[in-house]
């Protein structure tokens, strides 16, 4: 079945997302949550209001999401501290973002799909003038976003995940970054398809353990 990533928009989509939230949060990695509803069984944040929710669906089946939300429009008072956004963006909030929520279900890591998930947020940003792109992980997927071309800014205390990395993309080095990956892959494609030879892809982002570290 063919994956397609889109935004959530109407509250039966939320629904589905925040349902997969708490899927893979609480029962599958038994995280601690502060929203987390355990009587509906879903996760919905303070966030989420001026957040734009960014879904990988198989038909009406969720199996993946990251969140973006735009500096300018609220509600991120809370990782402007944590990440310091105003001391390495002077221009904060015009042209910065955060993303968050990044996951994907347990039989998609491994494949591509947070990598995809990651590059639409990347454009759906652009696409509303973001020049800077904020994160915090933990240690395990330092090296895996730093192939995306953040920079490790600091390592702030999370409220919820303890001890995490702070991370800063300028988008304005990715997309050149990341059409030059595409001309590596169609070359490397081109060759295995003469060769027969079995080459791994640039593209081919393998993040097995990408659950949703990121705040």
């Not at 209001?49 to 991120?76: D, F, H, K, M, Y």
Request: glycine share 8%; net charge neutral.
């Amino acid at each position: 079945m063919v994956t397609s990533v889109r935004l959530a928009l109407t509250h039966a989509e939320k629904e589905l997302l925040y349902s997969f939230r708490y899927r893979v949060y609480v029962e599958e990695m038994s995280r601690r949550q502060k929203y987390a509803d355990h009587q509906l069984r879903r996760i919905e944040d303070p966030l989420d209001a001026t957040g734009l929710n960014l879904v990988a669906w198989e038909g009406q089946n969720v199996v993946g999401c990251i969140r973006v939300n735009l500096a300018w429009l609220g509600g991120v008072d809370y990782y402007c501290d944590l990440l310091r956004m105003s001391e390495f963006v002077p221009s904060y909030p015009e042209g910065v973002s955060v993303c968050t929520r990044l996951m994907v279900a347990a039989d998609r890591r491994g494949s591509t799909l947070a990598f995809r998930l990651s590059d639409a947020s990347y454009r759906l940003g652009m696409q509303h003038g973001v020049k800077w792109n904020f994160i915090d992980c933990n240690d395990h997927l330092v090296s895996y976003f730093m192939k995306h071309g953040y920079a490790w800014t600091h390592r702030p205390v999370h409220e919820e995940y303890g001890e995490v990395n702070a991370m800063l993309l300028d988008l304005s080095n990715w997309l050149p970054a990341r059409e030059n990956r595409d001309r590596v892959q169609l070359r490397r494609s081109a060759f295995q398809q003469c060769s027969g030879a079995t080459v791994s892809g640039v593209g081919n982002v393998a993040v097995e353990e990408q659950r949703g570290e990121l705040g």
